[in-house]
């Protein structure tokens, strides 16, 4: 049966980055929402033309665009075994439609994990992001995850670069966005038993390493937990 993690959390909450180390830790793919808008947008499909008008502005998708993306991603060959999502679902309606695709796909959501962390430390982290320009997209903060050299990737050597959606307006209102309406997903999977909320405001590893247990206990709920 394919495993599907979910990553919810506010903007700048470490999604992306707990999702490369639940990706290499699983052996699945990061199927990231935001990351498919940027590249249709960098290859100006009509999705990412359309896309662009409401992510310039800090707004979601609509969903019926949304959620024909994921599904068609979800259906790639590496996805076989299960995905780890971040960014999505952030509606109820999405969240509905995930449950329906992945029942298709003879899966379900099996544990969602909330990165909990508050507006303030969301703005500080998003302000000093830096990405790398490779797939994989590695990650820097200029005070909490510095590269060794400025501007240069640690692992791959490319450049670093910032969003464009990471200017002070649009990151407010990113936040906002959340709390208004992907926060009541929390409670629904939490009435589906589905939710383990991460303190996302403790060093990288230390999230990871709880971001692990949780998903062991959801995967493995049989085996004794430390
Ligand atoms: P998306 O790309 O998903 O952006 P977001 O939700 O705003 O989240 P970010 O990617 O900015 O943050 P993150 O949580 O990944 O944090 P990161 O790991 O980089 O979405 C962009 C847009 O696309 C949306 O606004 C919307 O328009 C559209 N969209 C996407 N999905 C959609 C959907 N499902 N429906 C409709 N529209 C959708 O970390 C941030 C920084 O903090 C980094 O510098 C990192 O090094 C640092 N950091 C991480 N963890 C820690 C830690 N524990 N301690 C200290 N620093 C840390
Ligand atoms: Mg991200």
Same mark, same amino acid.
């Given at each position: 049966?394919?495993?599907?993690?979910?990553?919810?959390?506010?903007?700048?909450?470490? *999604?992306?980055?707990?999702?490369? *180390?639940?990706?290499?830790?699983?052996?699945?793919?990061?199927?990231?929402?935001?990351?498919?808008?940027?590249?249709?947008?960098?290859?100006?499909? /009509?999705?990412?033309?359309?896309?662009?008008?409401?992510?310039?502005?800090?707004?979601?998708?609509?969903?019926?665009?949304?959620?024909?993306?994921?599904? !068609?991603?979800?259906?790639?060959?590496?996805?076989?075994?299960?995905?780890?999502?971040?960014?999505?679902?952030?509606?109820? /309606?999405?969240?509905?439609?995930?449950?329906?695709?992945?029942?298709?796909?003879?899966?379900?959501?099996?544990?969602?994990?909330?990165?909990?962390?508050?507006?303030?430390?969301?703005?500080?982290?998003?302000?000093?992001?830096?990405?790398?320009?490779?797939?994989?997209?590695?990650?820097?903060?200029?005070?909490?995850?510095?590269? *060794?050299?400025?501007?240069?990737?640690? @692992?791959?050597?490319?450049?670093?670069?910032?969003?464009?959606?990471?200017?002070?307006?649009?990151?407010?209102?990113?936040?906002?966005?959340?709390?208004?309406?992907?926060?009541?997903? @929390?409670?629904?999977?939490? !009435?589906?038993?589905?939710?383990?909320?991460?303190?996302?405001?403790?060093? @990288?590893?230390?999230?990871?390493?709880?971001?692990?247990?949780?998903?062991?206990?959801?995967?493995?709920?049989?085996?004794?937990?430390?």
């Amino acid at each position: 049966m394919p495993t599907y993690l979910l990553l919810i959390g506010g903007p700048g909450a470490g *999604k992306g980055t707990q999702a490369q *180390k639940l990706r290499e830790g699983y052996g699945l793919p990061q199927v990231a929402s935001g990351d498919l808008f940027r590249d249709n947008l960098k290859r100006s499909t /009509p999705l990412g033309q359309l896309a662009r008008q409401y992510m310039d502005r800090g707004e979601l998708v609509p969903d019926d665009v949304t959620i024909s993306m994921i599904r !068609e991603r979800l259906q790639q060959p590496d996805a076989a075994n299960g995905a780890v999502l971040d960014g999505f679902p952030r509606t109820i /309606p999405q969240a509905m439609a995930l449950d329906g695709l992945l029942a298709e796909f003879g899966g379900r959501v099996n544990v969602v994990l909330y990165i909990q962390v508050q507006p303030e430390v969301l703005l500080a982290r998003l302000a000093g992001r830096w990405i790398c320009k490779a797939p994989e997209q590695h990650t820097y903060h200029t005070l909490f995850n510095p590269p *060794k050299q400025p501007g240069v990737c640690d @692992i791959d050597g490319t450049e670093l670069y910032q969003r464009a959606d990471d200017t002070a307006e649009v990151q407010s209102r990113r936040i906002k966005v959340f709390f208004e309406q992907t926060a009541p997903l @929390i409670d629904y999977f939490r !009435e589906r038993g589905l939710m383990a909320e991460i303190d996302g405001e403790q060093p @990288i590893a230390e999230v990871t390493a709880a971001m692990l247990a949780a998903v062991e206990a959801a995967l493995h709920p049989e085996a004794p937990q430390a």
